[in-house]
């Protein structure tokens, strides 16, 4: 049983390599929210056990940091509570401002979780429910519309690749990653696929790999309704740039009629067959 801490980083975190070698310093910001974090994970769950990516991961190395990339939403999926700390939010009427919710792997964050529960800066609940993506909570609707997902998939998500792509896609569509590939790599539990992480290879480069991926998995045709730049594919051009070729979506009603809905999407040495 333990809890698992969603937040912006910030210039002070103390890292893996920090705690290894005891040098982190315990006036700094970092290993305050870090106090903070497993306090109140403790005080209002009673969890014994925390993870925070910060000092959690060995980023020096690439096989560690290959397998967390692809376990991070299973490991905030099996947490017992996921607390995000707000740290541009005093209170409940700011909460819209916070640049929590314009970053790209907090996205998976707020989805994986079964209980979350939402914190200002100075470690206070934004509620007072036991959890805030349940039906009722006077933080969920909120929630749903700064995002723009349904309320209903805030509280009862579940990752696949069968589902609608294209609008699960918009939701990812403004937000914004350090490293120009997270654009892709944040977005594998979303629709339960896993691809190697090669940093380096370019945004538009990982998202193809990504959007292949979701094809091969038996992904819902809507990943073809976007628009915009496609990706560097070798032979198609099926496949869009980044998750923001899929901010003008076109309705497309007949998405719902069985037969489409089951068609057969692969892609072949000579482009994409449907």
């Known amino acids: ?60 190395s690439s096989a560690e940091l290959d397998e967390s990339i692809r376990s991070m939403f299973r490991w905030y999926r099996n947490s017992a509570v996921c607390i995000v700390h707000l740290a541009a939010t005093s209170t409940f009427t700011d909460i819209d401002a916070d640049e929590w919710f314009t970053r790209g792997w907090t996205l998976q964050e707020l989805l994986a979780p079964s209980i979350i529960r939402f914190f200002d800066a100075g470690w206070r609940p934004l509620s007072l429910s036991f959890n805030d993506k349940e039906p009722g909570s006077t933080i969920l609707p909120r929630i749903s519309l700064i995002t723009g997902i349904p309320s209903d998939q805030v509280h009862g998500f579940h990752p696949s690749s069968r589902m609608r792509v294209d609008n699960r896609m918009a939701w990812a569509a403004g937000r914004a990653v350090t490293r120009d590939e997270d654009a892709a790599y944040s977005l594998m539990g979303i629709f339960d696929v896993s691809i190697p992480i090669a940093y380096g290879e370019g945004q538009s480069r990982a998202f193809c790999r990504l959007v292949e991926s979701i094809i091969s998995a038996g992904g819902h045709i809507s990943a073809l309704n976007w628009s915009g730049r496609c990706a560097r594919h070798p032979v198609s051009s099926a496949i869009p740039a980044s998750p923001k070729s899929y901010c003008d979506q076109v309705a497309l009603p007949y998405l719902y009629n069985r037969f489409i809905f089951d068609v057969e999407m692969a892609m072949t040495n000579r482009g994409l067959r449907l």
């Open 1 to 60: 049983k333990y809890a698992t801490l969603s937040h912006r980083w910030s210039d002070e975190e103390l890292l893996f390599q920090d705690f290894q070698n005891d040098i982190f310093i315990k006036s700094c910001l970092g290993w305050k929210k870090l106090l903070n974090f497993c306090t109140t994970a403790r005080q209002y769950y009673g969890v014994s056990f925390c993870w925070a990516d910060t000092c959690c991961i060995d980023k020096t």
